[in-house]
């Protein structure tokens, strides 16, 4: 069972908004530990997509975008594309478990 | 270009053991901490270890601690990670990562292919 949760799985049609909310607790997410992003397509290593709650590395669209409010934090991506398809897992750190935590994981399909 | 290559998985049986490393180039390796993440098949990705850019400070996961060491050569630019006892659920991806910062926020940044252990007898 993940520290942070997540749900198994979202979709969305070609062009839609969808998000992905990621839920954590007063030792993770809530203690203002950074939450990051990061997407993973089917056979490859994962790659940083969003970092420090909002930010975008360079390279990746701005149909990307992250926030954080109390113990959770969210992914949205508007104007969604075949590419996207996708799992998608956030990351933070717990304080009281003095380690690094993901949740585990949403799978994103794009119908 | 930045880049980080896992070597040393392959097949053990439970209880054996197997190190793991990660070759890196294209930057300053000793400025930055590593992490390994693991990836067991068709699940998520858990968090393994981390060491310290200073290599004194190391930090394990529940499931792997007094099993698994991190260890790192800062001259030959490498990070490794010991497993022993192994069990079948450590069979996995394992992936090798920078853990880099922008003054504000620290993010695992830099993800090698990874390379796979299978532990069965």
């Known amino acids: 069972q993940s520290v942070l949760t997540q749900p198994p799985s979202v979709s969305g049609a070609p062009g839609q908004r969808v998000t992905i909310p990621c839920t954590g607790s007063n030792s993770n997410i809530g203690a203002d530990y950074v939450v990051n992003w990061y997407q993973q397509l089917p056979g490859t290593p994962p790659k940083r997509l969003i970092y420090g709650d909002t930010n975008r590395p360079s390279g990746v669209p701005d149909r990307f975008s992250g926030s954080k409010s109390g113990t959770s934090a969210s992914l949205a991506i508007t104007g969604l594309q075949a590419d996207d398809d996708a799992e998608y897992y956030c990351?933070?750190?717990?304080?009281?478990?003095?380690?690094?935590?993901f949740g585990g994981g949403t799978k994103l399909t794009v119908l | 270009q930045v880049q980080v290559v896992e070597s040393g998985g392959g097949v053990v049986q439970p209880g054996g053991s197997l190190r793991l490393s990660c070759g890196t180039s294209g930057f300053t390796f000793s400025n930055y901490g590593m992490h390994w993440v693991r990836q067991a098949p068709g699940k998520g990705l858990e968090w393994v270890a981390f060491i310290h850019f200073a290599p004194n400070n190391m930090y394990y996961a529940d499931s792997v601690k007094g099993r698994f060491t991190i260890s790192r050569d800062n001259p030959k630019n490498t990070l490794y990670l010991q497993m022993s006892s192994l069990r079948a659920e450590d069979t996995a991806i394992y992936y090798c990562?920078?853990?880099?910062?922008?003054?504000?926020?620290?993010?695992?940044?830099?993800w090698g292919k990874g390379t796979t252990v299978t532990v069965s007898s």
């Open positions: 990562t920078t853990y880099n910062n922008d003054g504000s926020s620290y993010y695992m940044d830099v």
């Open positions: 990351q933070s750190y717990d304080g009281r478990l003095s380690r690094w935590v």
